[in-house]
């Protein structure tokens, strides 16, 4: 047989290295790391539609609303039962005489969505400037010939391909009214679920129609609508507007600054609670240093996979002296606190990233101590239907509990 020479050395396949092995071996183990974490987020969904199915139907303590003066001659009023605040808003748009400016997330096409529908368009039949604004990501589900109105209402649909969704919940009537909070638009909002808004009469309603003006004249909006002037300089309330597209967010300073000033008490009521380690950091540091801090957040939300992730900053925060109080038998989507017995946010902005550096919010600041203490009654009534989380309570979780949060907790950096 004869000889076969071997090919040159050149022709030959490089030996797989040793750093090529190891990207490999790291990507299995990310790959595989990733298929646990989508397994986990879904063994908990599952777990969590069963419970909503056993679960009593929803209850909490709430009280009716009233009026606080807020200087100079304006009037500030807090919700926190959806029926009490759909009632005013819808009671608004049918007594308008010239503009209805809405603006919402959500809108259902239930009862309570068609209530609204039915409102916009009358007021437009009177020959009011009606302009509705909502986003279509959030709306996916709703039956598009509900979302269809006459051509005497303008509307603005926040499209899909942006992704930067409009969080945002605002209504505006004549300039001199407007509303702002986490309320959606729906029949389950208006009974079954405990959110916090805001009403205002008064020169601080120009801030918040100039801020439905920017949106819509940025989004294209068709009219074009004039920018409001007369608003005044030195005022009690400020509105502060994430805008994505401007790389604006002041929501996120807003909350940094008053928290790194408090000195006695700071008292949070969020939906999703995923701060950033700068956030953390400084809620820690306000607690070490005497500060009351207190943060109701759901038992369950609706939102599980958020609630797991939201796990992972409890362990600092309950070391730190912060208490963590659990909402029970509904779901609490406010987004409010009250710094001090002085200074007090509502609005859109959840503590999260998607809110905080992501979507369009919107969230009203008001240093006054009437409103702070409206919203000390509030967040001490919502008390009552908390337990709280106790540091020996909390390091005595099933391991698998605690596998479950470490395993989600790198999905805190994307939310």
Known sequence: MPHMPLPPLSAWPDPPTHRAKLRRIAGRVALGVFTAQVVAAGALIGMDQVRKRRAAPPEFPHSEPHDVLVPPRGTAKVYMYGDDVFADMLAAIDAARDRVYFETYMWKSDE??????????????????VCVAFDVFANLVVSPAFLRFPPNVHVVRHPLSHLARNHRK???????????GGYNIGSVYATQWRDTHMRLTGPHVAEVENAFVDYWNARGGRPLLTDVRGRPWESHIEVHRNVPPDLVFPIRNMYLEAIDRAEHRIWLTHAYFTPDRTFLRVLIAAARRGVDVRIILPLDSNH?????????TFTDLLDAGVRILRYRRAMVH????TIDSVWSTVGTANLDRLSLAGNHEINIELYD??????????FTLDSTNCEELS?????????????????????????
């Open 391 to 415: 540091a020996a309570d909390w390091r005595a979780r099933p391991w698998i509990a605690r596998f479950t949060e470490g395993l989600l907790s790198p999905w805190r950096a994307a939310v």
């Open 170 to 180: 605002v209504l505006v009537v004549d300039g001199e009214v407007a509303f702002v």
């Open 334 to 337: 406010a987004k409010t606190a």
């Open 112 to 129: 309570t969505g068609q209530a609204f529908k039915d409102a916009i368009v009358a007021a437009a039949n009177r020959g009011l400037r």
């Open 304 to 312: 599980v996979v958020a609630d797991w992730i939201s796990r992972s």
């Open 369 to 378: 101590p009437a409103v702070a203490a409206e919203m000390e009654r509030i």
